[in-house]
């Protein structure tokens, strides 16, 4: 499978706790963007890298969230201290900077603090 | 977010033919994505529109008028499968990339 992939697919968290999140990319994708998605709404835009600069950050991304694409390839997100409001759907995707640079997105990891 | 207006609810029936809206907001515009997205599913490509009319694609065609900030989905020959949420998304281009900025997406019923 040469998609996005993601893991864990779930993590059950308590809350106060660490969480660390992984995202590989489709291989010659050199962008690589992440997205929050709770029950019933759209995703929301996270940060963004360009190979392993990261270019933009959302203000959604508190100062609990950190995210890294060290090498230009998988990147991970880590949400420190967690809190309930935390629970979402946590999407990567990634696109290829020519033609019309279509996000492709990978299946998610499902964020649960209890 | 970012202005982006689109039905949150729809349902059509197997076979038939359903046009779901999007309006958005013009400033900084850059480009139209939609999106499917099954339930409990990552959000899967359909189309993206950056210049005004109509791209079609088998049984889904988007239209685009920039002028209006107005863009729609038509599925035709409707399928059960087709049930879903659509994801309009616009594009806000900062940092050279395309940063999508997502409605909060109309479900789809499909009924036989």
């Known amino acids: 499978d040469t998609g996005v992939s993601q893991n864990p697919r779930h993590k059950i968290t308590k809350r106060g706790q660490n969480v660390t999140f992984r995202c590989d990319p489709i291989?010659?994708?050199?962008?690589l963007y992440w997205y929050r998605q709770t029950l019933g709404q759209g995703p929301e835009f996270l940060t963004y890298f360009q190979n392993e600069a990261q270019l933009e950050k959302s203000r959604l991304l508190s100062d609990r969230f950190s995210a890294e694409r060290p090498k230009g390839s998988f990147s991970t997100l880590e949400i420190q201290r967690t809190e309930q409001g935390d629970s979402a759907m946590y999407l990567c995707a990634s696109s290829a900077e020519l033609g019309t640079d279509t996000q492709y997105f990978g299946p998610g990891t499902r964020l649960t603090v209890l | 977010g970012q202005n982006i207006d689109q039905p949150t609810e729809m349902t059509a029936t197997e076979g038939a033919i359903v046009q779901i809206n999007c309006t958005y907001q013009t400033s900084g515009f850059n480009g139209l994505f939609w999106y499917q997205q099954h339930a409990g599913e990552a959000p899967t490509f359909l189309s993206y529109?950056?210049?005004?009319g109509l791209e079609e694609k088998g049984r889904f065609s988007s239209f685009l008028s920039r002028s209006k900030g107005y863009s729609y989905l038509l599925l035709k020959e409707l399928q059960m499968k087709d049930s879903a949420s659509y994801l309009c998304?616009?594009?806000?281009?900062?940092?050279?990339?395309?940063?999508?900025?997502f409605g909060t997406g109309t479900r789809l019923t499909v009924i036989p």
């Open positions: 998304a616009r594009v806000r281009r900062q940092t050279g990339a395309n940063n999508l900025f």
């Open positions: 529109n950056v210049l005004d």
């Open positions: 291989s010659e994708h050199n962008r």
